[in-house]
């Protein structure tokens, strides 16, 4: 559609800036770098709002009242088959414009926030030159027309992201979590990759508008189609998800996120926080139709995964002591909401109540997530240490990042009026209407949430102690608290947005009401894991010794992460390592080779002893010759006697 | 003169031109103007080639010519290419050419190196446009021969024992190449005028099926060993370990490309019924040669031995593309040649010009190469992305069109064996980041190597070029699938 042929560029200006930046970044200066970047993201997210703007209010809803998607271009890029074929696009429909918007959004704030956060490093250029690389992947993904223009984008920003966790790649702990993000998210993407394969093969296409279209004929050649008891379509949308779980770090492919803090902290807000790890929800909401109608059983499936990795992850947060690990399974969490949500949810008017309420929760929780990343990035600057131990009694040295981070605070708690609330209670009741087990879960994990971010919130700004700093904690300066602040407005009062009269499950508007309920459970709970942080955080007392100590087992076993890390490490390297890789090297050395050797030392071995056969000694030839002369004759005479009688 | 005839006559000229060279420029003068001849007259063949294409010429193979070679046997030098031969003549002209800038420094007697190395290049190249059998198999032997010199000479290790190796099995594996020719070409007629061109065989008499079924395997395996089938590959760890940067450039680049091309060109085309029955064999070979090279690759610790176990991994992956036997899959085998010859001569120049400076292939005895050569190093990182099928470069286009054109089997056991072979996908980003982990990341180990310096300009010049290439085919995939799709029409 012409109206939006200027999105494009929203998709060419970070590649072009990329290339830019990555080939002759090491002939600029710093700033010149790190301002390139920023104006071309600043002018996508113009771009971005206008796009959303347009598509929203300007072009609006179709004729049955509902939001139309739009083709805004596609070209065939690599034709496999003459109905399946690589094709690179733009897709507009409410789900990517909303993500457009988050994305630009996040990704401005972190390029403003870098060039104060980021000055004097070595390989500003090349920081700069990853960003846009990782906005231009993650843009793309949203905006696929195509799984499989999905499943590049999703590889791309696999990369990007394994190149900014290895920024400093002169440190091994940054080397070694850019190696296990890539190598866990890349094994879950196997089972994406053959997911595609086997819906593709059915379907005969990747294309997202026939998948997705309610009532698609292209289902009925799945028709009686079981593997192992089980109906293809069923696995091809359960490893389809598989992909989503790594991408999203639910249990049990978490174990790469906490890990890819090792990375700039910016770096971490934009993509281990605000964009990349919603993948693999964007990716179960883009294929929505399929699960809820086709396979309702692998949505439920996904409802459980969230449930129980969204609790999880809420007791691990709890007893970390890094502000940034504390974040990420704060991350791991607020993703598996989000999941649930999906998982919860119908068709149509309020029953899609739980697909509203995830997008909802995405694009609120972006917001706030990339404001406590930011703020942690400022303290971690102030203070030079991830460890809460450093910290404590911040608020006077820091004013604007403790506001925010309050703000930030109390929205993923689930205070109204902020941001949180909204989305987080709109989540809690397509969970009670739906499944108790699962609210249950995200209940008590509402109640965990607030208790823990509020013991970081204490730990880092009140808990007076008579900690002296080697030099005074000042504020950041303002290209840090800007974006800060920026974000802090956008997490206060992104939960005003009306998201029922924007994204729904088919497109069309529809009422959305705060059940008095729900909101009041979620508002009691939050407001007792915030009092309960209060009494035990605020100055330094011995209550978290004695809670510990009567917990122990359960202490232990949170703080290590329940062990999910040993778990893989031991696959990893005593399984696949030691008993597979090593044999088969050993096994090929040995016995393939060894018999290739072998033949070789036969076949030497063999004329060695024949070659004294052509010896030059006539007595030998001679009686050589008169010793078969014999066996021929004694054979003659042998064959004519039994001839004769 | 046929334009095919040249890519012959240029390398044989150009043994001429070396034998009175007496310094090393005159030398490099003569490999270097010779190498770009030679891509030069490919670019020029691409061009005529679809210039051929659009003027309506819908034959099979374009720029044919026939002379007969020896009358009684009615063996004859018949030549021409189909986009597939020009594809790999065109690879083969741009590895010569970096591996011509990698060897620039190359002692002792740099002359009959490169003497030797042109030869190889004759082999390669009348191989490729080849279109009777037992030409064919003449230039192999051409290609194959020097090889021995060239490693055992030149070599590094145990240089002597890998050469006598490599060419033993090589050698090995044509014996058998040879009675499956035989058998074909005696099946090739009742009366008795049999032939040894493909295009004749395969359009006008076409073969018994019993003859089918016992050369099938004796061809794809004698053409399967260069294509390092498993349990034939070990040759390669050895033979690439110990051959000098550019030999193993060209044989991990084109040489074992050989492979693929003549079960392409022969076992599929020729014997089409014995492959349909007679793949779930190979498949099998293949499909462990895929995981099984990838898993031996993380156990290594010598960069050359990892990526030999890489390559036969991916040339592997080839085989059984090939083996598929539908359109997309073999579009498929042939991106993956091209692409496995990019990304491995990328990867043999780089670990070569390491080589060269830290004087160890140990990854246990590198680290940190990153802050001392960041070209190299970047270079290095660009190749291994490339190898684990990064979109945008060329790993991934010819993959994706491999796993998707197999998956399309109508079978189901062609359908797991093909989710098994993707499962390499895992397992290579797994060895090549403990690689790009280990040398490239993390502290300098070596004080000593801190005084190394980055690429000079030919170094620089062999890499950009063959990163250009990766990149290129990566980001524009579509004309080469087109083009090796439009060579495929007889298969459905």
């Not at chain 1, 249990?251 to 605000?274: N, Q, R, Y």
């Not at chain 2, 040669?289 to 390559?311: E, H, M, P, R």
Request: hydrophobic content about 55%; glycine content about 8%; aromatic content about 16%.
């Amino acid at each position: 559609m012409d109206t939006f042929n200027y999105s494009i560029l929203i998709l060419l200006f970070p590649a072009i800036f990329f290339i830019i930046i990555g080939l002759f970044g090491k002939y600029m200066k710093p700033i010149v770098a790190g301002t390139l970047g920023t104006i071309s993201l600043s002018v996508i997210t113009i771009l971005a709002y206008i796009t959303a703007y347009q598509y929203f209010f300007v072009v609006g809803t179709g004729a049955d009242g509902a939001y139309q998607a739009i083709n805004v271009f596609h070209f065939e890029w690599l034709r496999f088959t003459d109905t399946l074929h690589i094709d690179l696009g733009m897709y507009l429909d409410p789900i990517s414009t909303l993500m457009l918007v988050v994305i630009t959004t996040v990704s401005l704030m972190v390029h403003i926030y870098s060039l104060g956060y980021m000055k004097g490093e070595i390989g500003f250029q090349r920081y700069y030159a990853f960003l846009s690389l990782f906005s231009f992947s993650m843009l793309g993904l949203v905006v696929a027309t195509n799984i499989f223009q999905m499943y590049i984008f999703w590889e791309l920003v696999g990369v990007s992201s394994f190149l900014l966790i290895s920024f400093y790649y002169v440190k091994p702990s940054a080397v070694a979590a850019s190696k296990k993000a890539f190598i866990v998210t890349r094994f879950a993407d196997f089972f994406f990759l053959v997911g595609i394969l086997v819906l593709s093969f059915y379907t005969k296409t990747f294309d997202f508008e026939v998948l997705t279209t309610v009532g698609s004929p292209v289902f009925a050649s799945f028709a009686g189609a079981s593997f192992l008891g089980i109906s293809v379509l069923s696995w091809a949308m359960m490893l389809i998800f598989m992909g989503g779980v790594g991408k999203s770090a639910m249990m049990p492919f978490h174990i790469w996120l906490p890990d890819a803090m090792e990375g700039p902290t910016p770096a971490s807000a934009l993509i281990h926080a605000a964009t990349m790890v919603v993948a693999g929800v964007f990716l179960v909401a883009r294929l929505f139709p399929i699960y809820v109608f086709q396979t309702p059983e692998v949505l439920t499936i996904i409802g459980y995964v969230g449930g129980i990795t969204s609790i999880f992850a809420a007791v691990v947060a709890c007893t970390q002591t890094d502000i940034k690990r504390v974040l990420a399974f704060s991350t791991i969490s607020q993703i598996a909401y989000m999941i649930t949500s999906l998982g919860v949810s119908g068709w149509g008017g309020h029953e899609g109540l739980g697909y509203m309420a995830s997008m909802f929760h995405l694009f609120t929780h972006a917001f706030f997530k990339a404001l406590l990343f930011l703020g942690a990035g400022a303290i971690i600057h102030a203070v030079h240490s991830n460890e809460m131990d450093a910290m404590g009694g911040l608020k006077k040295y820091m004013p604007i990042s403790r506001w925010t981070f309050l703000i930030a605070c109390l929205a993923i708690a689930g205070i109204p009026p902020f941001s949180g609330f909204f989305s987080k209670d709109e989540i809690l009741a397509a969970a009670f209407h739906h499944d108790l087990f699962l609210f249950a879960c995200l209940f008590i994990g509402a109640g965990l949430t607030a208790f823990y971010m509020f013991r970081l919130y204490f730990r880092i700004f009140h808990y007076e102690n008579d900690k002296v700093y080697h030099h005074t904690p000042h504020e950041a300066e303002p290209s840090m608290t800007i974006p800060l602040i920026v974000l802090g407005a956008f997490s206060a009062f992104s939960g005003f947005v009306p998201f029922s009269k924007l994204i729904t499950t088919d497109g069309k508007p529809f009422e959305a009401h705060i059940d008095p309920l729900v909101a009041g459970l979620s508002i009691g709970v939050a407001v007792i894991g915030i009092a309960i942080a209060f009494v035990m955080y605020r100055k330094k007392t011995s209550i978290p010794d004695q809670i510990v100590e009567k917990i122990k087992w359960l202490y232990t076993g949170a703080y290590h992460k329940f062990y999910f890390d040993e778990l893989w490490l031991f696959v990893t390297r005593k399984i696949i390592f030691a008993r597979i890789s090593i044999p088969i090297a050993r096994f090929d050395r040995r016995f393939v080779d060894g018999f290739m050797n072998s033949l070789a030392y036969v076949t030497n071995a063999t004329s060695e002893a024949i070659k004294g056969f052509q010896s030059g000694r006539i007595q030998q030839y001679a009686f050589v010759y008169l010793l078969g002369a014999l066996i021929l004759i004694i054979g003659f005479t042998f064959s004519i006697w039994q001839l004769i009688c | 003169m046929n334009i095919l005839s040249l890519f012959v006559l240029v390398p044989t000229l150009m043994l001429l031109a070396f034998i009175p060279c007496r310094e090393i420029k005159q030398v490099r003068t003569v490999a270097l103007t010779g190498a770009l001849i030679n891509i030069v007259m490919a670019l020029a063949l691409l061009f005529l080639f679809y210039a051929e294409r659009n003027a309506g010429n819908t034959a099979e193979m374009l720029f044919t010519y026939d002379a007969v070679w020896y009358q009684s046997l009615n063996i004859h030098y018949a030549i021409g290419v189909d986009g597939i031969s020009v594809l790999m003549i065109l690879l083969t002209a741009v590895i010569v050419l970096t591996g011509t800038f990698a060897s620039w420094n190359l002692q002792p007697l740099t002359k009959d190196f490169f003497m030797w190395l042109t030869m190889l290049s004759i082999g390669v190249y009348g191989f490729f446009i080849s279109l009777d059998m037992f030409t064919m198999v003449f230039f192999y032997e051409i290609a194959l021969i020097p090889m021995y010199l060239l490693i055992g000479l030149w070599g590094t290790g145990r240089k002597e024992y890998s050469a006598m190796k490599l060419t033993l099995m090589l050698m090995g594996g044509s014996a058998f190449l040879m009675v499956g020719i035989f058998g074909i070409y005696y099946a090739t007629s009742p009366t008795g005028d049999f032939t040894f061109n493909i295009l004749e065989i395969a359009h006008n008499h076409p073969i018994d099926g019993a003859v089918q079924h016992w050369t099938f395997p004796l061809v794809f395996l004698g053409f399967g060993v260069l294509g390092a089938l498993f349990p034939f590959h070990t040759w390669s760890p050895d033979g690439h370990a110990s051959a000098p940067t550019a030999v193993s450039m060209l044989h991990a680049g084109v040489l074992m490309k050989l492979g693929g091309y003549g079960c392409f060109r022969i076992a599929m085309r020729l014997l089409p019924e014995a492959a349909t029955e007679l793949s779930w064999i190979f498949i099998i070979l293949t499909g462990i040669s895929v995981l099984y090279g990838a898993f031996g690759a993380i156990a290594q610790n010598d960069l050359k031995y990892i990526n030999a176990y890489s390559s036969v991994s991916h040339c592997g992956l080839v085989l059984f593309a090939i083996l598929m036997a539908n359109h997309t899959a073999m579009t498929g085998a042939v991106m993956q040649m091209l692409s496995h010859g990019l990304m491995t001569a990328l990867f043999f120049a780089l670990i070569g010009m390491i080589y060269g400076r830290t004087h160890t292939r140990d990854i246990r005895e590198l680290g940190g190469l990153m802050k001392i050569m960041p070209f190299l190093a970047v270079a290095y990182v660009i190749a291994g992305l490339a190898s684990l099928g990064l979109p945008g470069l060329s790993g991934f286009v010819a993959e994706m069109t491999i796993f998707v054109g197999a998956f399309q089997h109508s079978e189901l056991f062609y359908r797991i064996f093909t989710i098994i072979a993707i499962s390499s996908i895992v397992v290579t980003a797994v060895y090549i980041l403990k690689v790009v982990g280990k040398i490239l990341y993390g502290p300098v180990i070596n004080e000593h190597h801190k005084e190394l310096t980055d690429a000079v300009w030919y170094e620089k010049l062999a890499v950009i070029t063959l990163i250009a290439c990766v990149a290129g085919m990566g980001l524009f995939p579509g004309w080469i699938s087109n083009l090796i799709g439009s060579s495929l029409a007889y298969i459905h």
